[in-house]
């Protein structure tokens, strides 16, 4: 990634990675890139997005500039008469082409219709060889209009907790004990706003987007009052 970097302090221009997971963006957030000259954003199409494209920026940039992937529409051929189709259909027709991971972002599926982040290099293809998921016919077609892409659903959950820290909240997010979560920690499996954290004692901030993996994820919208024995009543959602 350091290359990348290089790479857009040397020539004075955008450079971008591939689509990163978790795990990378991790990564990349505990680099200081203004060292390299550079400054660094992330996008994967939508807001929450959990595979994301690192941009790196020169300092002396002077020119607009987009990232280089596109959003496709995958659609049953024949809506009436299709089979549902979850995520790891998508997924699995897609990677069964032999497009590699890296350049495919999130997928937000429907049962007839999924919507593709990819780069730009690959839409073309896309469009002339995916043409099954699972048992059904279906055909690509860019997303033109940012309008039609749908947002992720959104579970309410309130309750109380001692605290707003990591792991009491991520209890209440996901219905379980802390005691049962807290290996979940300990195996790096939790995100806060893509950084890795270490220690279910991190208190949480409103607006934090929390993923679990294995679990899902979830937007922490803070403490909303205290009862009278002095617990925390807070509200989250949790995507579904």
């Not at 550079?38 to 500039?65: H, I, K, N």
């Not at 549902?84 to 999130?106: K, N, Q, T």
């Not at 379980?176 to 806060?192: D, M, T, Y």
Request: net charge neutral; proline share 5%; with cysteine.
């Amino acid at each position: 990634m350091k290359e990348t970097a290089d790479l857009a302090y040397r020539r004075g221009i955008v450079s971008f990675s591939d689509f990163l997971d978790l795990y990378e963006i991790h990564m990349i957030h505990s680099v200081n890139w203004k060292e390299h000259g550079v400054s660094l954003c992330l996008s994967g199409g939508y807001d929450t997005a959990e595979r994301q494209m690192a941009a790196f920026l020169p300092d002396a940039l002077s020119y607009e500039w987009e990232y280089p992937f596109t959003c496709v529409k995958i659609s049953a051929s024949a809506p009436k008469f299709s089979l549902p189709m979850s995520h790891r259909d998508y997924l699995g027709a897609v990677l069964g082409l032999g497009i590699e991971r890296r350049v495919i972002g999130d997928i937000l599926a429907g049962e007839r219709e999924a919507f593709l982040f990819c780069e730009d290099s690959m839409v073309s293809f896309l469009q002339s060889e995916l043409h099954t998921v699972g048992r059904n016919a279906v055909t690509v077609s860019l997303c033109t209009d940012p309008g039609e892409i749908p947002l992720p659903r959104e579970e309410e959950i309130t309750g109380t907790v001692a605290s707003p820290r990591l792991d009491a909240v991520i209890a209440l997010a996901f219905h379980g004990s802390r005691s049962s979560l807290l290996p979940l920690i300990g195996e790096g499996k939790v995100f806060v706003n893509g950084r890795q954290i270490p220690t279910g004692g991190f208190t949480l901030n409103p607006g934090d987007l929390v993923s679990v993996r294995g679990c899902g994820k979830f937007r922490f919208d803070g403490c909303t009052a205290k009862t009278r024995k002095g617990r925390s009543l807070i509200r989250l959602y949790r995507y579904i």
